[in-house]
């Protein structure tokens, strides 16, 4: 392991189809007044809802409701939040949902009683709340598979107005107290979903795994939950209620995401990049971006890395290295990502997703680059990415 770090994290977890349980002794620790946000509705319908309220309940919680959350959360949305998070003067966050929820009480906790742009300040200048500021406290209830949000503290918002979609990485006082995982509360999310999430898990994965050249344990760890992840989803996509792929699938996006395997890693996230422009110009799912760019940016860095892309190739994809060249190997595991993406149901195209030749300039423009993969794109390269993923 090169690199000198710290590793902490604060998020107590819950896992199992016992964990609703688990939700009540998890509130005990809690303020009393909950400001309780969750999305468009699915946890009405799926029970999760009453799980929830009546474990607020029975921990004598007053409880405020804040509903309506939608995939990419935007400003306009954030800023609703935090008013009624800081008039209704609540102790405590509590988000039931997928990422998008969990990321937007967040953003809702250090907005709330921030009296400047929030928007400006913890997300175009990244900047973290000061140590004086109050932020407010959350937990989660996961009920969709994908993001890492529930042990995470990212957050990424939408701003409409700018077409910028920008993730901010908050420290630990941002990151969620204890998360509830019951693999059964995702098998209500419809299959096109589920399919995004898999493939979120597994670029998430993959943005910390190709960088750097050191043998480092954490790419043996990402090694095996692709592994994991490849394996499941195999069983998922056919029978969406097998309950041992399902939980595989939930405990590998934690641990997909949770700050384990970036240790000693400088990391990627161009993908990501590219695919939060996309939703930017779109409002495309989240998963789907990074399926259908995913194919062509790996064939245009592989071979500033490839080392690396021949090692996911023999032992993620098992594919033989006898009688092949490092670039033929590369080559050949981008392949089976890309027939793996197929497999699955994830997208091929971002045509698909509703960018249009026209529109190419405009999406590479709001794309942010960073510098600590295997190669710094240029702009003319992320257009020639996108127009390859047409
Ligand atoms: O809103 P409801 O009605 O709940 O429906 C949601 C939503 O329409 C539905 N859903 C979730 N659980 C369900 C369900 N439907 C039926 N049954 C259930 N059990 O699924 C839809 C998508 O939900 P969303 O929360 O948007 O999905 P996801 O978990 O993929 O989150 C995506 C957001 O997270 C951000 C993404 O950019 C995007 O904004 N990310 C957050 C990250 C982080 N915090 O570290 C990292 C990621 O890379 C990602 O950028
Ligand atoms: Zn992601």
């Excluded at 913890?122 to 900047?127: D, G, L, M, R, T």
Aim: with cysteine; glycine share 8%.
């Amino acid at each position: 392991m090169l690199g000198n770090f710290i590793y902490s994290n604060p998020t107590k977890l819950y896992f199992g189809d016992h964990a609703r349980h688990h939700l009540e002794e998890a509130l005990a620790h809690v303020g009393h007044k909950v400001l309780l946000t969750y999305g468009g509705g699915s946890i009405k319908r799926n029970g999760v809802y009453d799980d929830v309220m009546a474990a607020l309940a029975a921990t004598g919680k007053e409880v405020v409701e804040l509903p309506g959350v939608m995939p990419n959360p935007t400003v306009e949305k954030l800023l609703e939040g935090a008013h009624l998070a800081r008039t209704a003067d609540v102790d405590f966050i509590l988000a039931v949902g997928g990422g998008s929820t969990v990321d937007y009480a967040k953003a809702v906790s250090v907005a709330a009683w921030y009296d400047g742009d929030p928007w400006q300040r913890f997300w175009v200048n990244q900047e973290e709340p000061l140590a004086a500021e109050r932020v407010i406290p959350l937990g989660a209830v996961l009920t969709m598979a994908g993001t890492g949000s529930e042990m995470n503290g990212g957050s990424v918002i939408t701003d409409t107005a700018s077409s910028m979609k920008i993730g901010k990485v908050f420290g630990e006082r941002m990151m969620p107290r204890f998360a509830v995982l019951n693999p059964r509360y995702t098998f209500s999310v419809p299959k096109r979903q589920m399919v995004a999430g898999i493939f979120d898990i597994m670029s998430h994965i993959m943005e910390q795994y190709f960088s750097g050249d050191d043998d480092c344990t954490s790419d043996y760890l990402a090694e095996g939950l692709m592994r994991s992840v490849i394996a499941s989803s195999r069983v998922a996509v056919n029978d969406p209620e097998n309950y041992e792929a399902r939980s595989n699938i939930m405990w590998s996006a934690t641990w997909a995401l949770n700050t384990l395997i970036c240790q000693g890693k400088k990391e990627d996230w161009m993908v990501h990049m590219i695919g939060h422009a996309i939703s930017a110009h779109t409002d495309a799912t989240h998963g789907m971006t990074l399926a259908a760019v995913s194919p062509a940016y790996y064939r245009h860095v592989c071979r500033y890395g490839l080392k690396r892309f021949a090692r996911f190739a023999r032992v993620v994809w098992d594919i033989p290295a006898q009688g092949r060249t490092d670039e033929q190997l590369a080559h050949a595991g981008i392949d089976a990502l890309a027939a793996w993406i197929k497999e699955i149901g994830a997208a091929t195209s971002i045509a698909s997703l509703g960018v249009t030749p026209a529109m190419i300039e405009d999406v590479a423009s709001s794309v942010i680059i960073f510098d600590s993969g295997y190669h710094k794109l240029s702009h003319q390269e992320v257009v020639d990415i996108l127009q390859a993923s047409l």
